[in-house]
């Protein structure tokens, strides 16, 4: 069983009377939701030892797996939207995906042609003729201050100018907090808008609102770190149509074309430096992670939330850790640092895989 520490658990209760802790999202669901449909393929020794494995050799709080697009598995908090963490980005490349298709938007257009600066930091005329796609795949060479940069992605960031446009891989929140921002500056409508119409609405997310992506400003850049919350259960549906190619029954979601494209690695661990501090991952491709080596897909977020497709099998695992959804919280979560790394996503995965 999961321990709580009981000192950090007083000083949570403390926190309780002395600061604001409602919850960062209202907590609501879904107009649209739609239930999923079940598949016995576990049995029930199989969900047993699951529920084992994961309270007594993970600190996640919630696990659904799909075949398909059907539940075989389900554990914990299924229904609470937490902060997805940098699995948003994998959430925005289907958006771009939808938007093309659309005739919204030119994944080769450059930041010039769509009129894309940084007020506080302005870009270079260079740095300009990144395209989307660049973007997309975290080549820009544009390495300016971001929101949300851990520090090691600011020890790996190259020198400003360092490498051009399209040159060089490195994982940029700069890239991943523009590109939202361009959506919206395109459609006239929020990222919440666009993930619920698009995506929320047509698979039938249960727990998804428009109100579920927040912003976190800072002033060294003139573009905010776009939050998404989102349940297991809504996470697992969204990784479902990398499965089918793009499909919610009869309804093509994200367009075929885009699901094949946008999982192909550009970036190999071979000769892409900033690659070889991410040893889980072989390659990345539009804003997915991939595992060359296992032949899956993840949207991989930092603190412990992971959404691993695994085409051959049908398979859709998605593990998620609560790492705050008041101010409360948020502190509780940071004192316990209860980090979850990739290997102990791929444990839960590989378990559900050898039991199929």
Same mark, same amino acid.
């Given at each position: 069983?999961?321990?709580? /520490?009981?000192?950090?658990a007083?000083?949570?209760?403390?926190?309780?009377?002395?600061?604001?802790?409602?919850?960062f999202? /209202?907590?609501?669901?879904?107009?649209n939701?739609?239930?999923? =449909? +079940?598949?016995?393929?576990?049995?029930?020794?199989?969900?047993? =030892?699951?529920?084992?494995l994961?309270?007594?050799?993970?600190y996640?709080d919630?696990?659904?797996?799909?075949s @398909?697009?059907?539940?075989?598995?389900?554990?914990?908090?299924?229904?609470?939207?937490?902060?997805?963490?940098? *699995?948003?980005?994998?959430?925005?490349?289907?958006?771009?995906?939808?938007?093309?298709?659309?005739?919204?938007?030119?994944?080769?257009?450059?930041?010039?042609?769509?009129?894309?600066?940084?007020?506080?930091?302005?870009?270079?005329?260079? =740095?300009?003729m990144?395209?989307i +796609?660049?973007?997309?795949?975290? +080549?820009?060479?544009?390495?300016?201050p971001?929101?949300?940069?851990? =520090? $090691?992605?600011?020890?790996?960031?190259?020198?400003?100018?360092?490498?051009?446009?399209?040159e060089?891989?490195?994982?940029?929140?700069?890239?991943?907090?523009?590109?939202?921002?361009?959506?919206e500056?395109?459609? @006239?409508?929020?990222?919440?808008?666009?993930?619920?119409?698009?995506?929320?609405?047509?698979?039938?997310?249960?727990?998804?609102?428009?109100?579920?992506?927040?912003?976190?400003?800072?002033?060294?850049?003139?573009?905010?770190?776009?939050?998404?919350?989102?349940?297991? #259960?809504?996470?697992?549906?969204? $990784?479902?149509?990398?499965?089918?190619?793009?499909?919610?029954n009869?309804?093509?979601?994200?367009?075929?074309?885009?699901?094949?494209?946008? *999982?192909?690695a550009?970036?190999? #661990?071979?000769?892409d430096?900033?690659?070889?501090?991410?040893?889980f991952?072989?390659?990345?491709?539009?804003?997915?992670?991939?595992?060359?080596d296992e032949?899956?897909?993840?949207?991989?977020?930092?603190?412990?939330?992971?959404?691993?497709?695994?085409?051959?099998?049908?398979?859709?695992?998605?593990?998620?850790?609560?790492?705050g959804?008041?101010?409360?919280?948020?502190?509780?979560? /940071?004192?316990?640092?209860?980090? #979850?790394p990739? #290997?102990?996503?791929?444990?839960?995965?590989?378990?559900?895989?050898?039991?199929?």
């Amino acid at each position: 069983m999961k321990t709580k /520490n009981y000192i950090l658990a007083l000083f949570l209760l403390f926190l309780n009377g002395c600061i604001k802790v409602d919850p960062f999202i /209202n907590l609501q669901m879904s107009p649209n939701a739609t239930a999923l =449909e +079940r598949l016995d393929l576990l049995s029930i020794e199989n969900k047993a =030892e699951l529920k084992n494995l994961i309270e007594d050799h993970t600190y996640f709080d919630a696990c659904v797996a799909l075949s @398909g697009n059907k539940v075989i598995y389900e554990y914990g908090d299924k229904n609470v939207p937490y902060n997805c963490a940098s *699995v948003r980005k994998s959430i925005f490349s289907a958006l771009y995906g939808i938007a093309e298709n659309k005739g919204l938007i030119d994944t080769d257009a450059t930041l010039a042609e769509i009129g894309i600066d940084d007020k506080v930091n302005p870009l270079t005329e260079t =740095e300009k003729m990144a395209t989307i +796609r660049n973007l997309l795949t975290a +080549r820009s060479g544009i390495y300016l201050p971001a929101v949300g940069e851990s =520090e $090691g992605m600011k020890r790996r960031k190259p020198s400003r100018g360092q490498y051009l446009p399209g040159e060089h891989f490195y994982y940029n929140n700069w890239d991943f907090n523009v590109l939202p921002i361009i959506l919206e500056k395109i459609t @006239g409508k929020t990222t919440g808008d666009l993930i619920y119409e698009w995506i929320a609405v047509p698979t039938g997310m249960r727990d998804f609102v428009p109100a579920n992506v927040t912003y976190q400003y800072s002033d060294d850049t003139e573009y905010p770190q776009t939050r998404v919350y989102i349940s297991a #259960e809504d996470l697992a549906r969204f $990784g479902s149509l990398y499965l089918t190619e793009g499909r919610w029954n009869e309804i093509q979601v994200i367009p075929s074309d885009w699901i094949e494209q946008s *999982v192909l690695a550009v970036s190999h #661990e071979s000769h892409d430096a900033d690659l070889l501090e991410h040893p889980f991952m072989e390659g990345y491709a539009y804003l997915w992670w991939v595992d060359e080596d296992e032949n899956t897909l993840w949207a991989d977020g930092a603190g412990g939330h992971f959404c691993i497709i695994d085409k051959s099998e049908n398979l859709v695992v998605v593990v998620r850790n609560n790492t705050g959804m008041s101010s409360a919280g948020y502190l509780f979560y /940071n004192a316990q640092n209860p980090y #979850e790394p990739n #290997e102990k996503g791929d444990l839960v995965y590989k378990a559900i895989k050898t039991k199929l």
